[in-house]
């Protein structure tokens, strides 16, 4: 009854918004991990905010569950949707305006990519301070609605930091927020910060205006080996300093030879951790970079100054992703720790973790510059949440974060009272309820959900309950 006057609903916003070909929805409800899988009764693909609104205030009335949806790149079920719900794809609100450049600036709908939006920044010489792996399929929506971080946090932080403005697609406001290129507006709270990192629980993005740095003429990009871990993390606290850094990621052996098989490369070093260090500057760079590799004495190091060259080495790093998912279905668990317990954390998984957990392949990897450790381990099964929960544990005894930047999502949210405390679970449902009191938008996502257990652990494996 109520899908039917949702769908009545639809079709009288416009014919062309919703669809329940299952060809088109199937490829759309796994995790791209495939860790889980999921299922929606239809896909709405809005093409401006005034359908959007509209969307969700008939979803409001119907009482209809939406999952929400940008580039489906989460890696933690945040996108998947599940039962008899409607899967709501921001793909068709894809336009970007021209970049402010007084403001440094530029404003783009929820469903453009970064690669777009980077694109349309580019003939004026600027970027998005915020870049990773997935910035082909990641789309602006998703990355507010996850805070993302990337590769670059350690020189200009992540989304929430980036953002001047948001439009919020509210359940019980509608549309709210603006998009004025203000630097400074201190009238309340900032809803483009509560947005960021709400996982798409209190609204639906609608369109962001996003900061914008200069893309910088000179840069270098070393590869730098190092015989443990212990060493790599001195090595990166000294080049932490060096102002010019704009990455410092760390690899270690397992991933590196993973990547290597699935390249088809041989290595460019041996080693037994890696740093991979980018330096970007307006000024030449050389002396610089040569003062710093001098100070942290590197075991060995291979450095590149042309854009082949800086592509290649960073090809080590940005292809563990899909490396890893070649070699199986992973438990992927984003941790941030004090940079100070990274070499204890990273210790613990290497010794007493591995010997409990013999069966299973550890792949680490991260933003050591953020102290964000990935912790891939593959071989569990993909229902089982009891890996999960003993690396993600550890890091919160050590009083890290069980989501740096991926995100809570469905796989993680039975583990949020790791991190949150009973009184701050309370606030945050309020907050909820505040936004979206009848709660359709993406319930068991980041919260657990009143409306029914949807957490993986009672899930048969590979499939959400
Ligand atoms: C990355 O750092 O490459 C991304 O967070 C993706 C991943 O963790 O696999
Ligand atoms: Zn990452």
């Not at 783009?108 to 997935?134: C, F, I, M, Q, W």
Request: aromatic letters at 4%; a negative charge; charged letters at 20%.
């Amino acid at each position: 009854m109520a899908l039917a006057r949702f769908f009545r609903s639809c079709e009288e916003i416009s014919p062309r918004l919703l669809t329940r070909d299952r060809e088109i929805i199937a490829p759309l409800c796994s995790d791209w991990t495939r860790r889980v899988a999921g299922g929606a009764a239809a896909l709405v693909r809005p093409s401006t905010e005034e359908e959007l609104a509209a969307v969700v205030e008939a979803a409001v009335q119907a009482d209809v569950q939406l999952h929400l949806q940008g580039g489906n790149t989460s890696l933690v079920a945040g996108a998947t949707p599940f039962g008899d719900s409607v899967l709501l794809s921001t793909a068709r609100l894809r336009s970007i305006a021209d970049p402010d450049l007084p403001s440094l600036s530029i404003t783009a709908e929820a469903g453009a990519t970064a690669a777009e939006v980077n694109a349309a920044l580019a003939p004026r010489h600027l970027k998005l301070g915020v870049d990773l792996a997935s910035r082909e399929s990641a789309t602006i929506g998703g990355m507010v609605a996850t805070n993302a971080g990337g590769i670059h946090v350690v020189r200009y932080g992540s989304m929430r930091t980036q953002l001047l403005g948001i439009r919020l697609v509210t359940p019980a406001h509608g549309a709210i927020g603006r998009l004025s290129p203000l630097y400074k507006d201190n009238t309340g709270p900032d809803l483009a910060a509560i947005a960021a990192g709400s996982e798409g629980l209190l609204g639906v993005v609608a369109s962001a205006a996003i900061k914008a740095v200069p893309i910088l003429e000179h840069s270098v990009v070393a590869l730098l080996s190092f015989p443990s871990f212990a060493a790599v993390a001195e090595a990166a606290r000294r080049i932490r300093l060096s102002p010019v850094v704009s990455a410092l990621e760390f690899m270690t052996a397992p991933g590196m030879d993973l990547v290597s098989r699935h390249l088809g490369r041989s290595l460019p070093l041996v080693g037994e951790v890696f740093l991979l260090v980018e330096f970007e500057s307006a000024f030449q760079l050389l002396d610089h970079v040569a003062e710093v590799l001098e100070d942290v004495a590197p075991a060995t190091s291979a450095l590149a100054f042309d854009a082949r060259g800086k592509a290649e080495l960073w090809r080590w790093r940005e292809a563990h992703t899909e490396a890893i998912a070649r070699a199986g279905i992973a438990h992927k668990m984003d941790v941030s720790l004090p940079i100070t317990d990274l070499v204890e954390f990273v210790e613990w998984i290497e010794g007493a973790f591995a010997a409990d957990h013999r069966s299973l392949d550890a792949y680490l990897f991260g933003h050591l510059g953020d102290g964000n450790v990935h912790v891939n381990l593959i071989g569990a099964e993909p229902g089982d949440l009891g890996p999960d929960e003993a690396v993600l544990a550890k890091a919160a005894s050590m009083g890290g974060s069980i989501s740096a930047e991926h995100g809570i999502g469905r796989i993680k949210a039975p583990l949020v009272h790791l991190v949150r405390t009973p009184s701050e679970i309370a606030a945050l449902y309020a907050l909820k309820d505040a936004f979206d009191p009848g709660g359709i938008l993406n319930p068991g996502v980041l919260l657990p959900s009143p409306r029914g257990g949807h957490a993986i652990a009672n899930a048969a494996p590979g499939r959400l309950a």
